[in-house]
């Protein structure tokens, strides 16, 4: 993805190929504050605290995290309890446990010898992987929005909603939810997208961000506006990432997802969720009964953040002081309000049959 005129993808390694870099996740859209990290404990943090964040990418982080818990002990103690530290600084993305154990299993197959070495390789496949994985995500994706292009009177808008940010930031580039939406605009079509604010932390704003790099039309809305934009024609499909999809087809999403979801079933407004294979979790079958929802500290909801006149960054309290904050950071669409998922080998419903037909090496042995 382009910054500013430079080729970027959202973690990068080293030039001493000892360390990662991420963009600061937690300054962003307000400053392109680039981080290196170098440990485990600093890669363990950058997840727990939000510098680096979205399902795929996380999972990548998480992955150099256990490389550099492995350049520094190769035993397979040390490897198993990192595993544990890593696989723990968030609970909900399943791409992390997916990251950790692909890169587990084939250090601890090897003499330790070349543990280090074969680490920071697997670690760049899984990074160059989902690059392929999101861009296949658009060429599908694509052509969902073709489709509505062409049913739309000749020369009007495609209006899409999003919620959070699943775009390059989000995975290591291209984005899921958001790839489809780069390649209609690199292809001429006339896109606009309805960019929900995604309180409390405000990964809508995320997205906003990229999508004015990359120059295509948006509109920054609050969380609560999804409903009356739909309600009055002005939404034409709704495409979304997600963090876990259950063999049964459930989606676990970003706070609000389910309330966006509810409302596109009851205005007939079509519901996609764009999504690697490594977000599927085979093991899970009832998403809202099974899925861990990671609570997060009640000052993020009492909070908010911006940058001050002056220029500083800034951090007020809304809520009287003391108030009791409740703060989940997820939530659960039941795939029966799913109109499709939209997969790195094309488009499925969301179900267990087709899910399992698109993809037979991962639900062939599951519950
Ligand atoms: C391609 S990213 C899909 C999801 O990870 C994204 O929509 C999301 O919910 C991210 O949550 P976050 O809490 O910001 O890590």
């Known amino acids: ?24 996740q937690e300054r962003l859209p307000y400053s392109l504050e680039i981080l290196t990290l ?60 997916w990251a950790l154990q692909r890169l587990k299993q084939a250090v601890l197959n090897v003499p330790e010898i070349s543990r280090k070495e074969l680490a920071f390789k697997v670690c760049a496949d899984i990074a160059d992987e989902d690059v392929e994985l999101c861009k296949n ?40 939810a958001l790839a489809p939406i780069y390649m209609a605009y690199n292809e001429g079509i006339d896109v606009h997208v309805w960019v929900d604010e995604t309180r409390p932390r405000n990964q809508g704003t995320l997205t906003a961000f990229e999508l004015g790099k990359h120059g295509v039309k948006h509109t920054l809305i609050a969380d609560n506006a999804g409903g009356h934009l739909m309600q009055h024609g002005e939404v034409d499909m709704v495409i979304v990432g997600t963090d876990r999809v259950t063999a049964n087809g459930d989606v676990c999403n970003k706070i609000g997802t389910y309330l966006k979801a509810l409302a596109a079933k009851e205005n007939r407004v079509p519901f996609y969720v764009a999504l690697p294979s490594p977000t599927i979790d085979p093991e899970v079958a009832d998403g809202v009964k099974e899925i861990p929802i990671e609570q997060r500290a009640g000052q993020e909801q009492s909070h908010v953040q911006g940058i001050t006149e ?42 267990r049959q087709s899910i399992k037909k698109m993809f037979p090496e991962l639900l062939s042995s599951s519950k």
């Open 137 to 176: 995500i658009g060429i599908h994706g694509l052509e969902l929005i073709k489709q509505i292009a062409a049913a739309k009177p000749e020369g009007e808008t495609v209006n899409i909603m999003t919620h959070c940010n699943a775009g390059w930031l989000a995975t290591v580039d291209w984005g899921t």
């Open 310 to 351: 002056l220029g500083k960054r800034g951090i007020v309290n809304t809520a009287p002081e003391g108030t009791r904050c409740a703060n989940y950071a997820f939530d659960v669409t039941p795939a029966e309000l799913v109109t499709g998922l939209i997969t790195e080998r094309g488009f499925c419903d969301a179900n």
């Open 38 to 97: 170098s440990t485990m404990a600093e890669a363990a943090d950058a997840i727990v605290t939000m510098k680096t964040r979205g399902a795929p990418l996380i999972g990548v982080v998480g992955a150099y995290g256990l490389a550099f818990a492995i350049s520094e002990d190769t035993s397979d103690r040390h490897i198993e309890d990192s595993y544990k530290v890593l696989v723990e600084t968030r609970p909900t993305a399943i791409n992390l446990k």
């Open 1 to 24: 993805m382009k910054i500013d005129g430079k080729q970027y993808r959202s973690v990068w390694l080293s030039d001493d190929k000892k360390s990662i870099h991420i963009f600061n």
